[in-house]
């Protein structure tokens, strides 16, 4: 019974640690990104740096309430954010499938092997004006992009972490009789996990990059749009506005990825 208490409280000593530990990650997060905004106003407002081509925090904010007013900016983010997600979406599944559909079969990755290494090397963005006209300038060539320059990587990614579990996990199902559907589902999958959680963060970044791009080469609305307008037109501070927005998008589904990492991993 001693035993259990002393144990009880050594665990219940580590989750406080552990809240604790995060509680200053956070507060080391906030004051970095505080020190950020004050020192980019500081420098603007005493022209450190030019406050024509790298604006300030004051002049973003006042820019966001602008384009809030007019309702353009809710336009444009809402394009923009449903191309990110898509292509996020698409370029995530069909590298997972891609990769179990490799791992069923043997012959399959062989084959496809050399190519998918090539097509990994390949500068994605350069495929961006032929993927516009074989797709059409529209939302679906965006999303494309989108997920274009997510798929290979994660395909490659996952299947490496496939072939990297274990053996013995397999051998210990077969020898209970499991096909290999079943030690895909019951070993190798679990075991991958956090691996494919992983490729999902990188995925986040990259999804952006492509639509983005996708913006800048064809479309009329969109945060990408608003940024190549913003330098023809040499207002900057739009240019910077967009960028910002792109940021907190992003974290947000980083923050999100986090989110659906806990619970899968609990």
Request: net charge positive.
């Amino acid at each position: 019974m001693k035993q259990t208490k002393a144990e009880d409280q050594l665990f219940q000593h580590y989750l406080t640690s552990v809240r604790k530990e995060k509680k200053r990650v956070i507060i080391w997060q906030v004051l970095i990104l505080i020190s950020f905004i004050l020192i980019w106003e500081v420098a603007s407002r005493l022209y450190w740096i030019d406050p024509l081509l790298f604006s300030s925090p004051t002049t973003i904010y006042q820019v966001i309430a602008e384009k809030l007013q007019d309702g353009s900016l809710l336009t444009h983010m809402r394009i923009t954010l449903l191309e990110t997600v898509a292509g996020f979406l698409i370029g995530t599944i069909a590298g997972i499938l891609l990769a179990v559909s490799l791992w069923f079969s043997k012959r399959l990755s062989n084959i496809l092997d050399p190519y998918l290494v090539i097509l990994n090397a390949m500068p994605k963005v350069a495929l961006g004006p032929i993927i516009i006209v074989a797709l059409g300038p529209g939302y679906v060539s965006i999303i494309a992009m989108g997920a274009i320059i997510s798929v290979i990587i994660t395909t490659l990614v996952v299947y490496a972490a496939f072939n990297e579990v274990d053996p013995n996990y397999a051998k210990v199902l077969k020898s209970f009789g499991a096909n290999k559907r079943q030690v895909f589902q019951h070993a190798v999958f679990p075991a991958t996990l956090p691996t494919m959680i992983s490729t999902l963060k990188v995925n986040v970044g990259l999804s952006w990059v492509g639509v983005i791009v996708g913006e800048f080469l064809v479309s009329k609305q969109g945060l990408g749009y608003l940024i190549i307008y913003g330098f023809q037109v040499f207002d900057f501070s739009l240019v910077m506005m967009s960028l910002v927005l792109i940021a907190v998008f992003a974290a947000v589904m980083y923050k999100l990825v986090e989110q659906i990492e806990s619970w899968l991993i609990k």
